[in-house]
Nanobody, 126 residues
Framework: VQLQASGGGLVQAGGSLRLSCAASGRTFGSYVMGWFRQAPGKERELVAG????????KYADSVKGRFTISRDTAKNTVYLQMNSLKPEDTAVYYC????????????????????WGQGTQVTVSS
């Protein structure tokens, strides 16, 4: 599985960005896709996840109501629409893929995701 993330940049607080993650290398019907982020000095954390086949989603509490994860099955692309951005959203954002299971979907743990994109920097200025 190859993942290519893009769309990061510098934005003022309150602004919006849309990240894209182009996936290739196999069919993704049995996969869960996730967006994670890592700020300097902090551990990588889940932002949002989506089950490729059903479109079911889940979010970290810190982004609920502001971020939306979606996927375009025809384009093999996952998106993260980020609205009402805050300085604390500043981080490197990574997309990742994991084989779907009940446990993986329940925990969305970093260690369960075996395929990662290269990361894209998001910087929110105050």
């Amino acid at each position: 599985v190859q993942l290519q993330a893009s769309g990061g940049g510098l934005v003022q607080a309150g602004g919006s960005l849309r990240l894209s993650c182009a996936a290739s290398g196999r069919t993704f019907g049995s996969y869960v896709m996730g967006w994670f982020r890592q700020a300097p000095g902090k551990e990588r954390e889940l932002v949002a996840g989506i089950i490729w086949s059903s479109g079911s989603t889940k979010y970290a509490d810190s982004v609920k109501g502001r971020f939306t994860i979606s996927r375009d099955t025809a384009k093999n692309t996952v998106y993260l629409q980020m609205n009402s951005l805050k300085p604390e959203d500043t981080a490197v954002y990574y997309c990742a893929a994991a084989t779907l299971s009940v446990n993986v979907w329940a925990t969305m743990a970093v260690q369960d995701f075996g395929s990662w994109g290269q990361g894209t920097q998001v910087t929110v200025s105050s």
